[in-house]
């Protein structure tokens, strides 16, 4: 009965992570904790789930052009590197840590969700340690001096807490280099697999991995991928940060009591 629930509320969240191309991880950890998980194995499932989910997604998303991959080759070289040494180490840190870590990046994720983001086109000019990008009949300009080291630190933390980072990722196209959300949300999507890969692959290699949970729960995940991406095409992204970010809080608030409960 445990397994079934637990199935049907990862198939609800992988849906609504995959519309607007986050990991969903900063739900999927609270979720699997609440059904005795420890912090490490929760975390583990988590990325096998979350690179389900967004690869699914991501294929739909190529399909309707919005996923620039050599954007996402760039800001995500940085955060794989990074996600694999996380999800590595994680295995030496107290989950009791993990958890007030992993309850403090909601909230700033949770900030960045509620901060309005206006779709806005950089100038073309050059400029030293700016990289100016046309694709899918839009132009924008990547501030790499911001880009490579924010990835870098989001991955690190993304492989260690069992999160994907798209949280941070979106605002961050969206804000700093003028990325329209249609493509901003089509290329975490990509990123987001990917940066899930060498967290889950960290993680797995310190013996943290759960065959019984995870392989079927990432089954059913990818169904909610393919939904998820399929809804998205034809809804305004938008329209549903407000409501990610109060559940993100959420989540963030049940990680800070779960981890008082059991420590």
Same mark, same amino acid.
């Given at each position: 009965?445990?397994?079934?629930?637990?199935? &049907?509320?990862?198939? @609800?969240?992988?849906?609504? #992570? =995959?519309? /607007? %191309?986050?990991?969903?991880?900063?739900?999927? +950890?609270?979720?699997?904790?609440?059904?005795?998980?420890?912090?490490?194995?929760?975390?583990?499932?988590?990325?096998?789930?979350?690179?389900?989910?967004?690869?699914?997604?991501?294929?739909?998303?190529?399909?309707?052009?919005?996923?620039?991959w050599?954007l996402? &080759?760039v800001?995500? @070289?940085?955060?794989?590197? #990074? =996600?694999? /040494? %996380?999800?590595?180490?994680?295995?030496?840190? +107290?989950?009791?840590?993990?958890?007030?870590?992993?309850?403090?990046?909601?909230?700033?994720?949770a900030?960045f969700?509620?901060?309005?983001?206006?779709?806005r086109?950089?100038?073309?000019?050059?400029?030293?340690?700016?990289w100016?990008?046309?694709?899918s009949?839009?132009?924008?300009?990547?501030?790499?001096?911001?880009?490579?080291?924010?990835?870098?630190?989001?991955?690190?933390?993304?492989?260690?807490?069992?999160?994907?980072?798209?949280?941070?990722?979106?605002p961050?196209?969206?804000?700093?280099?003028?990325?329209?959300?249609?493509?901003?949300?089509?290329?975490?999507?990509?990123?987001?697999?990917?940066?899930?890969?060498?967290?889950?692959?960290?993680?797995?290699?310190?013996?943290?991995?759960?065959?019984?949970?995870?392989v079927?729960?990432a089954?059913?995940?990818?169904?909610?991928?393919?939904?998820?991406?399929?809804?998205?095409?034809?809804?305004?992204?938008?329209?549903?940060?407000?409501?990610?970010?109060?559940?993100?809080?959420?989540?963030?608030g049940?990680?800070?009591?779960?981890?008082?409960?059991?420590?």
């Amino acid at each position: 009965m445990k397994i079934i629930i637990v199935s &049907l509320i990862i198939l @609800l969240l992988a849906i609504f #992570m =995959a519309m /607007v %191309g986050r990991g969903g991880g900063n739900f999927y +950890v609270p979720v699997l904790i609440s059904v005795e998980a420890s912090m490490n194995i929760a975390a583990t499932s988590a990325q096998l789930i979350l690179m389900t989910t967004a690869l699914v997604a991501t294929f739909v998303f190529h399909a309707y052009k919005t996923v620039d991959w050599k954007l996402a &080759l760039v800001m995500d @070289l940085p955060t794989d590197v #990074m =996600a694999f /040494v %996380g999800g590595y180490f994680a295995h030496y840190f +107290v989950g009791y840590h993990l958890k007030f870590l992993f309850a403090i990046l909601l909230v700033i994720a949770a900030f960045f969700m509620l901060k309005p983001i206006k779709e806005r086109v950089k100038s073309g000019k050059k400029k030293f340690g700016y990289w100016n990008r046309s694709f899918s009949g839009y132009s924008y300009s990547v501030n790499l001096w911001m880009v490579i080291p924010i990835t870098a630190f989001v991955g690190f933390f993304a492989g260690m807490l069992g999160i994907s980072g798209g949280s941070f990722k979106i605002p961050l196209m969206v804000l700093a280099c003028g990325v329209p959300m249609r493509i901003a949300i089509g290329t975490s999507s990509a990123m987001v697999a990917v940066t899930a890969l060498m967290g889950f692959t960290g993680h797995a290699i310190s013996g943290d991995f759960n065959f019984v949970w995870a392989v079927p729960l990432a089954c059913i995940a990818a169904l909610g991928g393919l939904l998820g991406g399929k809804i998205s095409i034809k809804t305004k992204p938008l329209r549903l940060k407000k409501f990610f970010a109060y559940t993100t809080l959420a989540a963030a608030g049940f990680m800070i009591v779960n981890s008082i409960l059991t420590r």
